[in-house]
């Protein structure tokens, strides 16, 4: 039977796609939390009267404009966030963009709840602390992105040992095919094209410039507990085959289907089972499906998130926080396209190595890399 939620990141575009399926499923839904106490936020709370309503920021003025709009109790701050991950018995759909979200992927798995990961940042950032909250409490990640969800739907029932590759499915994102001069005056409004997803605007630029999949080896270094050297990435603009495996014999599974988050939040909600599709049916004939190597030339975030797994213990969280940084610059035009993945590779070089064991070690590597990011770009600007 399917657990009652708690939507974290509740306004964003894995927030309100989670609550459409969660209607479509009949579950229940305990709390919602959002960043900000907006219009949007304040209509969902009225759509769900009986779910705790939670806002991590806002000024006073803002909360108690919104507290009057919503007409019941609203609980305030990043810790309301967390406790809402705590409540018991419950599957925690963690939708919050950024770091900020790993708190929160923390404190379901220490509660033991099931935790539907769309905050791929916990895993990047703070990937040895999450994977042993989840090995010492009995949580459960189910992954939410595409292709993620993939690879644990092709790896449900198989032997790990039996595991030779795993392969990342990238669409290449709106400038595949373009030369690296070319890219040096697209604007923010170009890299927000996304040819097949419609996604937050930064990840949509993370993948325009391949962070975004570079984010993503590191996640799955750590879900699938698989070395960084039998995890490639193969674009294929289609965004149809949404990741595969190889196996040690030679056989490959692939996960294929249309480009709709809300076949695998469905899968994180419902798993084991799978319910009626919350999608039209999908035909596979008169479909081209194509795949070709990411061209590291022109989209060096790749190799360079590769380095920062390789690598380990804060290099990771750096890489995410300097990446968060330079996309924001970039789309306030305070950085040039190109120099996202610059100043993220310098972050990287600035900021001392050290071991992750705790969230606070993971959160201090953040902050230092941010810093250092803002620096950088400003002394360049």
């Known amino acids: 039977m399917t657990q009652d939620v708690v939507v974290l990141g509740a306004t964003g575009s894995i927030g309100t796609q989670t609550l459409e399926v969660v ?14 106490p907006s219009d949007k936020f304040a209509a969902l709370a009225a759509e769900h009267p009986s779910a705790r309503v939670i806002v991590a920021g806002g000024s006073s003025e803002e909360r108690d404009d919104f507290r009057r709009h919503v007409g019941r109790s609203v609980e305030f701050g990043s810790d309301a966030v967390t406790d809402a991950a705590r409540i018991s018995g419950v599957t925690v759909v963690n939708g919050i963009v950024g770091a900020a979200g790993l708190r929160a992927t923390v404190a379901a798995l220490e509660t033991g709840n099931r935790v539907a990961l769309a905050n791929k940042e916990s895993l990047v950032a703070g990937g040895p602390v999450v994977i042993k909250a989840q090995s010492e409490h009995g949580g459960r990640l189910i992954p939410v992105d ?45 890299a927000l094209g996304h040819p097949t997803w419609d996604m937050g605007r930064r990840i949509s630029v993370d993948s325009a410039t391949l962070f975004n999949k570079g984010l993503e080896v590191i996640e799955a270094h750590y879900l699938f507990g698989v070395d960084y050297d039998r995890i490639e990435v193969v674009v294929h603009p289609q965004s149809i085959v949404h990741s595969a495996v190889e196996f040690v014999d030679g056989s490959w599974k692939a996960h294929l289907g249309p480009p709709d988050m809300r076949i695998p939040i469905q899968y994180a909600l419902t798993y084991p089972d799978r319910m009626e599709s919350p999608v039209a049916p999908f035909a596979l004939s008169g479909l081209s499906l194509g795949f070709e190597e990411p061209d590291r030339s022109v989209f060096p975030a790749l190799d360079i998130a590769f380095r920062a797994g390789e690598r380990g213990g804060s290099s990771p969280a750096v890489l995410n926080a300097a990446d968060e940084v330079a996309v924001e610059a970039f789309l306030q035009h305070r950085l040039g396209f190109l120099g996202i993945a610059d100043v993220v590779s310098s972050t990287l070089t600035a900021v001392p190595w050290r071991p992750v064991d705790t969230v606070d070690d993971v959160l201090e590597a953040d902050r230092e890399a941010r810093e250092t990011a803002a620096s950088l770009i400003a002394g360049a600007c």
């Open 146 to 190: 595409s292709e993620h969800s993939a690879l644990f739907q092709c790896l449900v029932g198989e032997d790990e040992k039996s595991v030779s590759r795993l392969i990342l499915t990238a669409s290449g994102g709106p400038f595949r095919g373009r030369s690296r001069e070319s890219l040096a005056e697209v604007t923010p409004e170009e």
């Open 23 to 36: 209607a479509k499923l009949g579950v229940g839904v305990i709390a919602l939390a959002a960043r900000s």
